[in-house]
């Protein structure tokens, strides 16, 4: 059993997930042949004394957000800051990030622990 890894905005740290058979990646337009992706890692908060590893998706905005809350968000929200139609826009967020980790500490805005849950995403992130 290995230990989880504190967060990091270095490339190797995280997996790239092609969304490219996700049902509505037709609608992503840029998209590349293997687009759309996300940005995902498994690791905990730094700070985080009690390490507590969960799976985080990187933004636009250059924050991390737990996909508990990701599989939450209405679609139109999680496409304009997660996903990422081509490896270029991907590249060019990875190339400018600080070595600093920003996880969105709150939840966003009118998402709840009750808000639906996009089922067919959740079993992406989830490997199935």
């Not at 995902?40 to 004394?49: K, V």
């Not at 250059?62 to 809350?69: K, N, Q, R």
Request: charged letters at 25%; glycine letters at 8%; one cysteine or more.
């Amino acid at each position: 059993m290995s230990l989880a890894s504190k967060l990091s905005n270095n490339i190797s740290a995280c997996r790239l997930l092609s969304l490219a058979k996700h049902r509505l990646a037709s609608e992503i337009s840029p998209r590349d042949t293997h687009g759309p992706y996300i940005i995902l890692q498994h690791g905990y908060e730094p700070g985080d004394a009690t390490m507590k590893s969960a799976d985080y998706l990187l933004g636009r905005s250059g924050s991390w957000l737990g996909t508990h809350w990701f599989i939450r968000m209405p679609l139109a929200e999680r496409r304009k800051e997660f996903i990422f139609g081509t490896m270029a826009e991907v590249m060019e967020l990875m190339d400018n990030l600080t070595s600093k980790v920003n996880v969105v500490g709150t939840q966003p805005a009118g998402v709840t622990d009750d808000s639906p849950v996009d089922e067919e995403m959740q079993k992406v992130l989830e490997g199935k």
